[in-house]
């Protein structure tokens, strides 16, 4: 079974700085997803960014960005230029791609704190 | 406009008397998924449908139903609830699983068992 640990229960960054997340998984497929949800105070969860296991580009959304680093099975986010509407708590997310009847495997999330 | 909807989205109830949170997608989705999520655990997989009469167990199944009677809806079942049940509750839908469609999540439901 895949897993995912995030080992950063919470992180503070200054507003307008920048902020890493970590994020590392295991599972012995070699094509998969990964995903970076958000989830403020609402609850609500919201896709911040995704990554194919099969691309070896970072993907990029305006300030959020990935550093995957297969081999070391590592996908840390980075917030660049945080805001005060970064707050939220973060989870990273696998999904495997053979057969289709996984479902998202999250870690346990990190709280992210800015600090204005 | 896409969306998975989630009834009700706020229930206290008792043990032992049996509740139905009820899910429904307007994006004729195939497949459809039920977690929870509790403090310092994240989310986990109750159960998920790949298609119409197609469920299975997720990783944390126990004390739940599901049934996929229709492609649009997938009803989460707590025959008898007990207190270890009280969580927040997410829905989710994709067009097929496993495929890194965009997965899209109901508000969630917060169920406490008293």
């Known amino acids: 079974a895949q897993t995912v640990t995030q080992s950063q229960p919470e992180m503070s960054v200054q507003e307008a700085e920048t902020v890493t997340l970590s994020c590392t998984y295991d599972?012995?497929?070699?094509?998969?997803?990964l995903f970076w949800y958000k989830q403020p105070p609402s609850r609500q969860m919201i896709l911040v960014i995704r990554q194919e296991a099969y691309k070896q580009q970072n993907a990029t959304e305006n300030r959020f960005s990935v550093n995957f680093q297969k081999a070391a099975k590592s996908f840390s986010l980075k917030i660049s230029d945080s805001q005060l509407g970064d707050a939220a708590m973060y989870f990273c997310a696998y999904l495997g791609s053979g057969g289709g009847a996984d479902g998202l495997t999250f870690g346990k999330g990190t709280h992210l704190i800015i600090q204005p | 406009e896409a969306q998975v909807t989630q009834n009700p989205r706020y229930l206290i109830t008792v043990t032992g008397k049996k509740l139905t949170v009820t899910c429904s997608q307007n994006m004729n989705h195939e497949y459809m998924s039920w977690y929870r999520q509790d403090p310092g655990l994240g989310l986990r997989q109750i159960y998920y449908s790949m298609n119409v009469e197609v469920t299975d167990k997720g990783d944390v199944p126990e004390g739940y139903k599901v049934s996929r009677k229709e492609k649009r809806n997938f009803p989460l079942i707590l025959e008898s609830p007990s207190p270890n049940q009280t969580s927040l509750y997410f829905c989710?839908?994709?067009?097929?699983?496993?495929?890194?469609?965009?997965?899209?999540f109901g508000e969630g439901s917060w169920l406490t068992v008293v």
């Open positions: 989710a839908s994709s067009w097929t699983g496993g495929s890194g469609n965009t997965i899209y």
């Open positions: 599972t012995s497929e070699s094509d998969y997803y």
